[in-house]
């Protein structure tokens, strides 16, 4: 039993627990504005693309984040600029632009000598967060959460159906970059914290699970803050147990997740229909 | 083989979607060739799901489509079914040329590597010109007008020697030049035998070029000949309340011509339909004795 | 500095060529993928490949067969969850590869000794195995001589599969073919520039391609030229710049890239402009 409460004892694992279920919860809220808006790819995007802006922002001597946020914030209007300048479609606009970013970062990486862990800004060091990261996660993430309940009628329209949105006169292009600010500001957030690879999937399996389980949009986001921050938790218990990645672990429960709600969701559940047919 | 008679026949066609919808039931027609043949139903009515049965891109769980007697798949891989796209279901700036466009309706009679024979190219040069498209050749399809566009696709159709053809909402947003330009096309391939299938809502256009019509809402409601299967009772059957149907008699139309119509109209061009339910035609050549038959009843 | 000293290691040569090769596949397929509005499959099946190559690594596979049987498994478990639920289909790619690249992290996590993760994220072409060259040189040839064999069959897909499946052509292989080859090419890349830049391999050939031709043909060999030279001067300038072959592909990929959508002929930004007048 006792080997069961041990994580508990300890601060880095407690503060682990704070910081996880706290960019999860984020992270939940924002997939489902993404999922409906089928932007998947760019939180993939933006969170790759932050890794540039870190290098400069770390050779200029200014704090990471802000140009973490300028770097992941360009790609998203590059890609925007150039997809309606030119022939090209979107998704490979948004391809182009964010591995192109990610390989120039990469290039700075190697050419600067730094303290700097590659791992850590990939995967995350969420057992190794400063106290400064946990107040600066912190803070990005509750001015995140508390714009996104405010305006969430505005941006849910926004994201479902834009032609609507215009006709009755709703500023639609702010609040589109609205949007693409307060992910940005999430994916800054996070990746110091727990890396790209769970901000991808952070942005991406909530709301997906969520729209699972029900139809209703206040509910989603309900639903996807839930399952995210329990994913969050039981992944970080894990790795502890398992020594393994935690980033993975958090992702592997949030999939764990999916494929529950995928099985047996009361309404489009795949065992409920076959239980009908 | 070219001008052996060709007959189109559904018989009990049900299609039912793997979510349990079922959106086609017993439909059933039967069709010969040279003959234009509107497909008019509301959206949702299962039109384009008896389309892509023609097609065979939906198997039937009942019922049976049979080109000549023999399963669609079959008359597929002689390619004998053509299909023109709607336009926006077209990625004009994909890169193709008008010829490589064409030339993808040849592919059936091809080996492995499909690599065109001169038997391709022939085909390819004379279905161009024939829709007076081989000086642009080489154009981008992005390039193309309206009409051209179509016309491409049409070309294609010819060049892959498709003996039923079908055209999905052919008309929306085209100008009336283009439409005109594309019926007159349409007659062409349909003295050269060619059973056309056309998808359309537009009502009033089907009278002007079309011989016959199925009508669909979730089952083929009727077919045959256009005069006799649209009449006023069938329309209203098949649009149910989406129509709105004007009667003129005591308005101006009255008094211009002393006779009255009556106008349905889904928003596009109008059908008109005299007193008795006739259809009222715009372009009244090769229809003289018609018009006169129906002169005298009305007397 | 000596610009020819590349040349005396016979490491460089070999990863050059062998660079120029799988950029050379890449760069071709790019043209289908960019066409078909498959960059973000393109980005998952890089990632998750990843699970497949520990797995063989640990067990002493050729890591190709594992790649390749870990990518098919993602490619059909998107395809099954996208048929039979409402989620849509960029949700469902992002939920799939984020899963089995997390999978692959905490194998990874679990075996540190035995699979080194930077060359599996990064690509490590400079010190890529003798056996594993072989690998990659079969790999891309298949994959080449396939193309070649099945070009137009493919470009049909492409552009219009229904008028592929009115002629009674089976579009379900071509389907499959096509994911064959992605797997197949992003295995491949993985060794040259790492999975993270895979996507790029696969998107920024096609993308800078199709500004510069309205052939298709042409574009495919442009692609393909584009792809192997950029990932031979990539391995060359990557002796300078300590290692890092994966961002100095991509990034001179991108550099041209700008270039194209900048002054390309007809589709490029000033001949637009000019055309619009």
Redesign the interface.
């Known amino acids: 039993m006792d080997a069961f409460l041990e994580p508990f004892r300890y601060g880095f694992m407690l503060q682990a627990f704070a910081v996880g279920g706290l960019v999860a919860a984020v992270g939940a809220v924002l997939s489902c504005f993404l999922v409906l808006r089928g932007w998947s790819l760019m939180g993939d995007a933006i969170s790759h693309a932050v890794l540039p802006g870190i290098m400069l922002a770390y050779i200029a001597g200014i704090p990471l984040a802000i140009g973490a946020f300028a770097s992941g914030l360009l790609c998203a209007v590059a890609t925007g600029w150039i997809k309606s300048n030119s022939r090209i479609k979107e998704d490979t606009v948004m391809g182009v632009v964010f591995s192109g970013m990610f390989a120039v970062g990469l290039v700075l990486f190697s050419r600067t000598p730094s303290e700097m862990h590659l791992d850590h800004i990939l995967f995350g060091n969420i057992l190794g967060i400063t106290p400064e990261r946990m107040i600066e996660t912190g803070s990005i993430a509750f001015v995140v959460l508390a714009v996104v309940i405010v305006l969430r009628r505005d941006l849910l329209l926004v994201c479902f159906d834009p032609s609507h949105a215009k006709a009755i006169g709703m500023a639609v292009k702010p609040l589109t970059y609205m949007l693409l600010v307060l992910l940005s500001l999430t994916i800054v957030a996070s990746v110091q914290a727990v890396g790209v690879v769970l901000v991808v999937a952070a942005l991406i399996t909530p709301g997906a699970t969520a729209l699972l389980l029900t139809k209703r949009f206040d509910k989603m986001i309900a639903v996807a803050v839930a399952t995210s921050v329990g994913s969050a938790w039981a992944g970080v218990y894990v790795s502890f147990l398992t020594n393994g990645s935690t980033a993975a672990c958090i992702v592997l429960a949030q999939t764990f997740i999916f494929v529950l709600a995928f099985l047996f969701a009361p309404a489009s559940g795949l065992l409920r229909r076959r239980a009908r047919a | 083989m070219e001008n052996s008679p060709l007959t189109l026949e559904a018989k009990d066609v049900t299609v039912t979607y793997?979510n349990?919808n079922t959106a086609l039931r017993d439909a059933s027609f039967s069709l010969e060739g040279g003959t234009i043949c509107a497909l008019v139903g509301v959206n949702g009515s299962g039109k384009s799901t008896l389309f892509k049965a023609l097609?065979?891109?939906v198997t039937p769980v009942r019922g049976s489509v049979a080109l000549n007697g023999r399963p669609i798949?079959e008359a597929?891989?002689q390619?004998w079914?053509?299909?023109v796209?709607q336009a926006e279901?077209?990625?004009w700036?994909?890169?193709?040329?008008v010829h490589?466009?064409v030339m993808?309706?040849r592919?059936?009679y091809m080996n492995?590597?499909?690599i065109a024979r001169a038997s391709d190219r022939t085909a390819v040069r004379n279905a161009l010109e024939r829709v007076g498209l081989w000086e642009l050749r080489d154009r981008?399809i992005g390039e193309l007008s309206g009409g051209q566009k179509k016309r491409v696709f049409v070309a294609?159709a010819i060049a892959?020697g498709g003996r039923v053809i079908l055209l999905d909402e052919p008309f929306t947003g085209v100008d009336a030049t283009t439409e005109e330009d594309l019926i007159a096309l349409l007659h062409e391939l349909r003295l050269a035998g060619s059973l056309i299938l056309v998808s359309t809502h537009n009502l009033g256009s089907v009278p002007e070029f079309c011989d016959h019509v199925v009508l669909v809402n979730r089952t083929v409601l009727a077919f045959g000949p256009t005069d006799e299967v649209f009449t006023p009772e069938n329309l209203v059957r098949a649009f149910g309340g989406v129509l709105r149907q004007f009667d003129l008699a005591s308005s101006t139309v009255h008094d211009h011509d002393g006779k009255s119509v009556t106008v349905l109209t889904d928003d596009e061009r109008p059908l008109v339909l005299g007193k008795r339910g006739h259809i009222e035609y715009r372009d009244r050549t090769g229809r003289e004795k018609l018009i006169s038959d129906r002169e005298k009843e009305d007397v | 500095m000596n610009w020819l000293v590349p040349f005396h290691y016979e490491y460089m040569v070999t990863a050059m060529w062998t660079s120029a090769l799988v950029g050379c596949v890449c760069g071709v397929l790019s043209g289908f993928v960019t066409l078909k509005g498959w960059s973000l499959m393109g980005d998952a099946l890089s990632h998750a490949v990843v699970p497949g190559v520990t797995i063989a690594y640990l067990v002493g596979f050729p890591f190709s067969v594992g790649a390749f049987v870990s990518g098919l498994l993602a490619a059909g478990a998107m395809a099954f969850v996208k048929i039979k639920t409402p989620v849509r289909e960029d949700a469902v790619i992002g939920i799939v590869f984020t899963a089995f690249f997390a999978l692959g992290l905490l194998l990874i996590s679990l075996f540190k000794s035995r699979v080194d993760l930077k060359t599996i994220i990064l690509g490590n072409i400079l010190g890529i195995a003798a056996g594993d060259v072989v690998q990659l040189v079969i790999v891309s040839l298949v994959c080449l001589v396939v193309i070649a064999l099945k070009w137009r069959d493919l470009m049909l897909f492409c552009f219009d599969s229904s008028q592929a499946r009115a002629l009674g052509i089976r579009v379900g292989w071509l389907h499959v073919l096509l994911l064959l080859l992605l797997s197949a090419t992003a295995v491949a890349a993985l060794q040259a520039v790492g999975a993270i830049l895979v996507v790029a391999m696969l998107v920024t050939p096609g993308a800078t391609a199709y500004l510069l031709t309205d052939r298709f043909g042409v574009m495919l060999i442009i692609g393909g030229v584009f792809g192997a030279v950029t990932a031979f001067a990539g391995a060359y300038a990557s002796y300078f710049i300590d290692g890092a072959t994966g961002g100095c592909i991509v990034t001179l990929q991108s550099i041209l890239f700008v270039g194209a959508l900048i002054f390309a002929p007809k589709h490029g930004l000033i001949a637009t402009r000019r055309a619009r007048g």
Do not use: C, H, N, T
């Not at chain 2, 700036?93 to 040329?97: N, T």
């Open positions: 793997p349990g097609m065979g891109f798949r597929q891989k390619g079914v053509a299909y796209p279901d077209v990625d700036s994909f890169p193709v040329s490589d466009v993808m309706g592919y059936g492995f590597l499909r981008q294609r892959q």
